[in-house]
């Protein structure tokens, strides 16, 4: 089976309708999570049971778990890499402070854009919802208890955890071990370059693999989405859902041009398999691996920048997150008619920036941050219940947007440091050879 980087996007587009066609047919099938059977001689089929919570439920998380396998193994090794590369240490502090700045910015950007939609448009005036559901916000950790918690006191926990902050911090420090070491460190050194080569290998498998995991994960996600609840709340849906695109398709892509004079349109064309892969998991961190792959072989930013910016954004950056936080904020003052004033609004800007390092790699983060929000300009955190429901779909795209402006971030920084190569930035058919894989042949991918 052998694919190339357009039949790959093509099949997973492939994917991605038949699973939400079908998914929206069962539900059809099966109103309000019924059941329905499929008579066969002395038994009955449970199309619920064996499709909806098995084949789709099983296959999907599958999919999923084998992109999160991926993820700490292939940051850490990949980080030394980079790490081991760098001539002057000195150079990740301003690396890194070229990123977080950029992150920071853009997230101030977009929750500022999408305040303005949202007033401008007002979702919320009209609303008169109640919902029975609950939400109780969980402690969010002090930012210094995060830059705390940054520091591992045992890598191995890190590693099993998934603690990407921990996981960076531990490869940075060895990395540059590594490079201060000598022959044994160049020994080591090449044994990193070695495994790189493998787990990418092991990417590009999965990548081929995931037309599959992607039509479970939504024929299941959409059977039982509630499509009542979205049409409720079509007016905000709609507006973190237009503020979305438009901060990925004409923020991101006039920040590229201005700070490095690229193309933002064949940009836009190589992230596609990467937005694709986002928007099915709604994960940035298990979509690190594509990430990577995406920054490094099409776009081409080298491995010393993309090891670095790509699981650094994962953590910290939350464009999308900060749209949906400025748009809801907006629309639950609107709905239990609460006026902001323009102090309110500089303080949910200022908060919800912070918060995007402040709570990195907290679960549930977005609406984590949002009750940080809310409670900052003294908004009822109990409003958060009635955006639950669309919560999941928006989550999808948002996550698509991270993963964009992270490899733009990555992209500025890399041409910051003339570690872009642009020839393969230009180049169309950059990182179709790789992802070349002839599953009956195995020798002849060498």
């Known amino acids: 089976m052998t694919t190339t980087t357009s039949s790959l996007t093509t099949r997973i587009v492939i994917g991605m309708v038949s699973g939400i066609l079908l998914g929206f047919l069962l539900q059809q099938l099966m109103p309000n999570g019924s059941d329905f059977t499929i008579p066969l001689g002395f038994f009955e089929i449970s199309v619920r049971g064996l499709f909806v919570d098995g084949i789709f439920e099983v296959g999907g998380q599958i999919f999923v778990a084998s992109l999160k396998m991926l993820v700490v193994p292939l940051v850490f090794v990949s980080l ?17 402070g070229k990123a977080i700045g950029l992150y920071l910015i853009t997230t101030a950007i977009a929750i500022s854009f999408a305040m303005s939609m949202a007033m401008l448009l007002s979702p919320g005036e009209g609303v008169n919802m109640t919902s029975n559901s609950t939400f109780v916000a969980k402690e969010a950790p002090s930012l210094a208890q995060v830059l705390i918690q940054m520091f591992p006191s ?11 902050l921990q996981v960076i911090i531990f490869a940075l420090l060895f990395g540059i071990a590594i490079a201060l070491s000598g022959q044994p460190g160049e020994r080591i050194a090449a044994l990193f370059e070695d495994l790189n080569v493998v787990i990418m290998r ?6 081929n693999l995931a037309p599959y995991g992607v039509f479970c994960l939504l024929a299941s996600l959409f059977t039982d989405l509630d499509i009542a609840t979205i049409k409720n709340l ?3 849906f709609g507006v973190v859902f237009v503020a979305l695109i438009v901060h990925a398709t004409v ?48 776009i081409g930013v080298n491995n010393s920048i993309a090891s670095f910016t790509v699981p650094l954004g994962a953590t910290i950056n939350m464009d999308g997150t900060a749209i949906m936080q400025g748009v809801a904020t907006v629309f639950i003052a609107q709905v239990f008619n609460v006026d902001l004033s323009i102090s309110d609004f500089l303080m949910v800007i200022l ?3 912070l918060a995007s390092i402040g709570t990195a790699g907290v679960p549930g983060v977005g609406l984590i941050m949002l009750a940080m929000v809310l409670e900052q300009v003294g908004l009822p955190v109990e409003g958060i219940a009635m955006i639950i429901g669309v919560d999941r779909l928006l989550d999808m795209t948002r996550t698509a947007v991270n993963v964009t402006g992270d490899c733009m971030v990555t992209t500025v920084v890399a ?24 599953f009956h042949h195995l020798n002849e991918n060498k």
């Open 80 to 96: 030394i890499c980079g790490t081991c590369s760098l001539k002057d240490t000195s150079k990740l502090g301003r690396i890194g």
């Open 154 to 164: 045992n890598p191995f926990a890190a590693f099993a955890q998934g603690n990407m």
């Open 202 to 207: 092991l990417v590009t498998i999965l990548m």
């Open 234 to 236: 079509g007016m905000y």
């Open 251 to 298: 923020t991101y892509p006039v920040i590229l041009k201005l700070l490095t004079g690229l193309n933002p349109v064949i940009f836009i064309k190589k992230m596609r398999d990467a937005v694709l892969f986002a928007f099915s998991t709604a994960s940035s961190n298990a979509t690190i691996p594509v990430t990577m792959e995406t920054a490094t072989k099409k």
């Open 351 to 353: 908060t919800a920036t």
């Open 415 to 438: 041409k910051s440091e003339n570690q872009l190569n642009k020839d393969i930035f230009e180049d169309e058919d950059a990182g179709k050879k790789i992802e070349e894989i002839d």
